[in-house]
Antibody, heavy 121, light 111 residues
Framework: EVQVVQSGAEVKKPGESLKISCKTS????????IGWVRQFPGKGLEWMGI????????RYSPPFQGQVTISVDTSINTAYLQWNSLKASDTAMYYC??????????????WGQGTMVTVSS | QSVLTQPPSVSAAPGQKVTISCSGS????????VSWYQQLPGTAPKLLIY???KRPSGIPDRFSGSRSGTSATLDITGLQTGDEADYYC????????????FGTGTKVTVL
């Protein structure tokens, strides 16, 4: 069974760094995209960015460019979302999802359970 | 601010039909496939429709999608209480950004 499992909830202070993970299994990791999606409590889904593990082609949505870093480790079929200096406004639920498509992501078919990130002093 | 616009809410009685619209532009819906996602309260989104009108295995045929021009539509017929959720469209955008976007989301309420 194809699975996408995210790391657990995090509580951090402003200015701290953080790297959350998205571990996949039971499919060819390098032939599907991985996308990251932000959701503030009670709000809609926001497309943050995507990465193609096969060649590390990474594309960020303009609001997130320079704010986060998306990466992968193909040796352990895992994708990451990283912040160098968290802000209180980064408090949100973050989802990763498997993306299907060639050169473009046509849809996300398998979603992780979400990682809640809370940033508070 | 999303480039794909949906109505904030729609509602209908059990057994009835609801239609959710998703309005975009030539760079996204006008030239790329649309997908739809259902998010039940407190859960992760789930793929409902892909490539405009295809259903993944296990999605009942009460859910159907279509695309025309720069708009797309999700229809839910035979509405059930378990359909009460948030629904999002999504599409790739072929503009300078070269990425995707989700719609603003629609809350479906079963009266």
């Amino acid at each position: 069974e194809v699975q996408v499992v995210q790391s657990g909830a995090e509580v951090k202070k402003p200015g701290e760094s953080l790297k959350i993970s998205c571990k996949t299994s039971a499919y060819s990791f390098t032939t599907y995209w991985i996308g990251w999606v932000r959701q503030f409590p009670g709000k809609g889904l926001e497309w943050m960015g995507i990465i193609y593990p096969g060649d590390s082609d990474t594309r960020y949505s303009p609001p997130f460019q320079g704010q986060v870093t998306i990466s992968v480790d193909t040796s352990i079929n895992t994708a990451y979302l990283q912040w160098n200096s968290l802000k209180a406004s980064d408090t949100a639920m973050y989802y990763c999802a498997r993306g299907v498509g060639v050169n473009v992501v046509r849809y996300f078919d398998i979603w992780g359970q979400g990682t809640m990130v809370t940033v508070s002093s | 601010q999303s480039v794909l616009t949906q109505p904030p809410s729609v509602s209908a009685a059990p057994g009835q039909k609801v239609t959710i619209s998703c309005s975009g532009s030539p760079s996204n819906i006008g030239n790329n496939y649309v997908s739809w996602y259902q998010q039940l309260p407190g859960t992760a989104p789930k793929l409902l429709i892909y490539d405009d009108n295809k259903r993944p295995s296990g999605i009942p045929d009460r859910f159907s999608g279509s695309r025309s021009g720069t708009s797309a539509t999700l229809d839910i017929t035979g509405l059930q209480t378990g359909d009460e959720a948030d629904y999002y469209c999504a599409a790739w955008d072929s503009s300078l950004y070269l990425g995707g976007a989700f719609g603003t989301g629609t809350k479906v309420t079963v009266l």
